[in-house]
């Protein structure tokens, strides 16, 4: 059983930067492909930004140029910088990483954009 834990959320004004972190219980990441989702209240979770194992990343057209997602194979973990920051980014920010047949979800970050 995979286990992810998110971290680095947190409350920041309109325009300002966060960078989520997401670890995983096993040495995984440099095997299988991470992605990045979140979910504002009221909304379906969408997908943000996805990193493969090769390095090759997708990000929603939402929040190119503004969100890079990133990996770091030697310390097993993977970012997500979020830059130029909106309201309108306010969600609950997951980690998630598929092995075989399951998927695996962290507990969420919350961040919260707001003056």
């Known amino acids: 059983q995979v286990q992810l834990v998110e971290s680095g959320g947190g409350l920041v004004q309109p325009g300002g930067s966060l960078r989520l972190s997401c670890s995983p219980s096993?040495?995984?990441?440099?095997?299988?492909?991470v992605a990045w989702y979140r979910q504002a209240p009221g909304k379906q979770r969408e997908l943000v930004a996805t990193?493969?194992?090769?390095?090759?990343?997708t990000c929603a057209d939402s929040v190119k140029g503004r969100f890079t997602i990133s990996r770091d194979n030697v310390k097993n973990m993977v970012y997500l910088q979020m830059n130029s920051l909106k309201s309108e980014d306010t969600a609950v920010y997951y980690c998630?990483?598929?092995?075989?047949?399951?998927?695996?979800w962290g507990q969420g970050t919350q961040v919260t954009v707001s003056s």
């Open positions: 990193i493969t194992a090769g390095g090759t990343v």
């Open positions: 096993e040495n995984i990441f440099r095997i299988y492909a």
């Open positions: 998630q990483t598929r092995v075989g047949k399951e998927n695996y």
